[in-house]
């Protein structure tokens, strides 16, 4: 059966193309630096956003129109295989990820869970087989069912805790099975809403240990998936423990477990922190510890995760210029946590929208190269804080420096003489970057 019959697979056309299903940056053979695009980008596609997702939300029902939801149970999640690898393969994405639940129904005991998962694993297994195709990264979905209202592995509930364990070691091993480059943490509910009611250090502890307990099983049964902590800072909780790049790190760094995960950045997810998306890939990058990216935007007009496809090329730029500077994300990649509007209910609107996603991070990647290769931020960087570079500031850099011998150079100062930040005209630059780019095509 053929499940999206209206679209053939997806090709090159260039930016003059006005066909709505065909790519007009992103070409996969395209090489930049001796890589092609392809193996630089390493897109993925969310299972439940594609898949599963319905278009509800607080405000009313669902309006996705999808041909495999005329099925239920069991007989859907197999349909929707068979959708997601023709989606796949029309796409042109190498890659894949989803939940637990996004494959496979839960049953009435986690026995029948897993004995569902079991049955899809299988026919997952022998289409990625014959097409191709790989899992990206897998993961427990510890958040959504009513048991885990307290949380998971940061449960109040030792019972609840236990099922989260159960969950994520039945995820660890279809992980191994499938293949799996990465697995993810994301704790959707590990967190709080009120301190009145809250063991802060016991729920903390608990989620330490909870993490060395999947880091230890790992590595029972043989799994060397790169394991990858997504940062959020609220929603559904008020405040969760992986708050954003910075304090997971402090987490991780205080529970022992820094030398075994690395953070999935989602751009929605920076900002909600507070933070621009190129922020959350620095702080990343720069401590060894940028894994995987989970490719999306927020609205700024809305103060929640509204997880849109990527459409703002600057962001894309500043983004692709961290991830080139790390030396690209392998064995992560750029996975698409986004789902079409509530109006693109239809089936094809699913195609434009990673058209688009994948368009918008080719752009980033071309123009990020280029000011890689001009050298345009490390010159502006190196200028600015070349101070450091000699002098007191090489002895402050070098260690040789202390409050004395800072005082004996601070009394010879006349005046602090300081150089203009120019952040008008660096963006300037990166818009005339943006604007050149495809100017000649």
């Known amino acids: 059966m053929t499940w999206f019959e209206n679209v053939n697979k997806i090709k ?72 997601a690898f023709e989606f796949f393969d029309k796409i042109g994405a190498n890659y894949f990820c989803f939940h637990d639940v996004d494959i496979a129904p839960e049953g009435d005991t986690l026995r029948e869970t897993n004995q569902n998962l079991d049955t899809i694993v299988t026919m997952m297994k022998d289409y990625m087989n014959d097409s191709g195709v790989k899992l990206l990264w897998n993961t427990a979905n510890n958040f959504t069912n009513p048991r885990f209202v307290h949380g998971a ?48 250090k016991l729920e903390q502890d608990n989620l330490g240990r909870f993490f060395q307990m999947a880091v230890d099983y790992a590595k029972e049964i043989g799994h ?31 529970y022992g477990l820094s030398d075994h995960f690395k953070f999935n950045i989602e751009a929605n997810h920076a900002t909600l922190a507070g933070h621009t998306f190129e922020h959350e890939l620095r702080y990343a990058r720069i401590n060894n510890m940028l894994g995987s990216v989970d490719a999306n935007q927020g609205d700024p007009l809305l103060g929640w995760d509204t997880d849109e496809f990527p459409a ?99 009394l010879r100062i006349k005046d602090v003489r300081n150089k203009s930040g120019r952040q008008e005209a660096i963006k300037a630059t990166i818009n005339q970057y943006l604007l050149n780019a495809y100017s000649d095509q």
Do not use: C
Request: avoid cysteine; glycine fraction near 8%.
């Open 12 to 83: 090159y056309e260039g930016p003059k193309s006005t066909n709505p299903f065909a790519f007009k940056f992103y070409n996969p053979h395209e090489k930049i630096n001796g890589q092609t695009m392809e193996d630089i980008l390493r897109f993925g596609v969310a299972y439940w956003h594609t898949f599963t997702e319905d278009l509800s939300d607080p405000f009313g029902a669902g309006t996705a129109i999808r041909n495999w939801d005329k099925y239920d149970g069991m007989d859907r999640a197999k349909a929707r295989v068979e959708a």
């Open 153 to 200: 592995a940061s449960s109040s509930n030792a019972d609840a805790f236990s099922y989260a364990a159960a969950k994520v070691k039945k995820q660890l091993e279809i992980g191994k099975e499938l293949g799996g480059e990465n697995y993810v943490f994301w704790g959707g509910r590990e967190g709080y809403e009120t301190l009145l009611n809250t063991d802060l």
């Open 312 to 410: 703002d090329i600057y962001s894309t730029t500043l983004a692709m210029y961290e991830i080139l500077k790390n030396g690209g994300l392998q064995p992560g990649g750029l996975n698409f946590d986004a789902k079409v509007r509530r109006g693109s209910f239809e089936q094809d609107d699913l195609f434009h929208a990673h058209i688009a996603g994948m368009d918008h991070f080719a752009v980033g990647l071309k123009v990020a190269h280029q000011l890689i290769e001009d050298q345009v931020f490390e010159k502006i960087i190196d200028d600015r804080y070349a101070s450091f570079k000699e002098g007191i500031g090489k002895d402050i850099v070098e260690g040789k420096a202390d409050f004395k011998s800072l005082e004996e150079h601070a």
């Open 224 to 254: 060397d998936a790169q394991f990858l902590i997504e940062p959020k800072p609220k929603e559904p909780t008020t405040h969760q423990y992986d708050f954003d790049t910075q304090s997971a790190h402090a987490f991780l760094l205080n």
